[in-house]
Each structure stands twice: as structure tokens, then as C-alpha cells.
């Protein structure tokens, strides 16, 4: 068994087995294009306002741009931080997976605290006193982006 699997989860094998042949597959699949071609799975969404199929585009457009201008920089080690360095970097984000395991918290709530790490650190300059309460401070802003009730402190 891998030594990533928590004491409650199986090995792959294992729930290959206990699956055997119960998976039930559709019979109504269609085939796809080449993967050289771009398939519009909204085509048929144009009647429909609530779906806004006729605004995916713009959609997707905006929100490429807002991601592009709310990333981090990714030289901001080298250019911005002076007393710390990657290898801090990720003693505190090893730590934040643990905290994360330990309260048994959802994933999304460690991918977004490693952005906001990553977006605060790559404006700011940083020592190494400051940087747990950092990493647990974005904990904190993404766990309350994500649940309503708040994280107990211990």
C-alpha cells in the first residue's frame, strides 16, 4: 500500500476487485471528434438562456484574463523575497498539507491558500518569522471562502 493513503482508503487493486465487472458503461455514446477538432458541446444550448450558451465565449474570455492578471509571478523568489527561499516555501506548504489532513479538510481549501501564499509573497517581501502565521492566515481566508462555519483553533 502507498504511503499516501490515509488510514481509511484502499489500494487501487484492492477496489479493482471489489468492483469486478459491476460497471455498467452507456450504450449511447457518441463517438467524438478527431482530437484535432474542437467539439462545441454547446450547439444545441442556444435556445436555452439559462445555460448562456451564447455568452461561453465571453465567459471563458473574461475570466482567462482575470486569471492572467490576479496569477503570481513566477520569479518572485529571486526578485522580491530576500530571507526567504523555495526551500521555506515548501517546509510551509508540507505543513499546510498536514493541517489539511488533520482536520480533514477539502483539497480546494490547500490549492487556494498556496495562491494566496504565492500572490502575497510575490508583491511583499517576507521574513522568516512571519512566514507560518502567512501560511496559516491564508488558510484561515480560504477556509472561509469555501465553509460557512469557521475552522476550530487549537
Known amino acids: 500500500m502507498s504511503k499516501y493513503f490515509g488510514k481509511h482508503d484502499n489500494d487501487v487493486e484492492v477496489i479493482e476487485r471489489k468492483i469486478g465487472n459491476r460497471l455498467d458503461f452507456s450504450e449511447d455514446v457518441k463517438v467524438l471528434a478527431p482530437a484535432n477538432q474542437i467539439v462545441d458541446v454547446d450547439v444545441d ?14 465567459i471563458y474570455s473574461h475570466l482567462k484574463a482575470s486569471e492572467a492578471k490576479k496569477r503570481s509571478s513566477t ?3 529571486a526578485k522580491v523575497q530576500k530571507e526567504i527561499d ?5 517546509i510551509l506548504i508540507d505543513w499546510l498539507v498536514e493541517v489539511v489532513d488533520v482536520h480533514v479538510l477539502d ?21 522568516t518569522e ?9 488558510m484561515m481566508i480560504a477556509y472561509k471562502h469555501e465553509v460557512v462555519y469557521p475552522l476550530p483553533l487549537e
Open 86 to 90: 523555495i526551500r521555506m516555501r515548501a
Open 107 to 127: 483539497p480546494k481549501i490547500l490549492y487556494l491558500n498556496v495562491n494566496y501564499i504565492d500572490r502575497y509573497l510575490s508583491g511583499n517581501p517576507m521574513n
Open 45 to 58: 444550448d442556444d435556445e436555452n438562456p439559462g445555460l448562456c450558451a451564447t455568452m461561453i465565449r465571453e
Open 75 to 77: 520569479d518572485y523568489m
Open 130 to 138: 512571519r512566514l507560518q502565521l502567512l501560511g496559516i492566515t491564508c
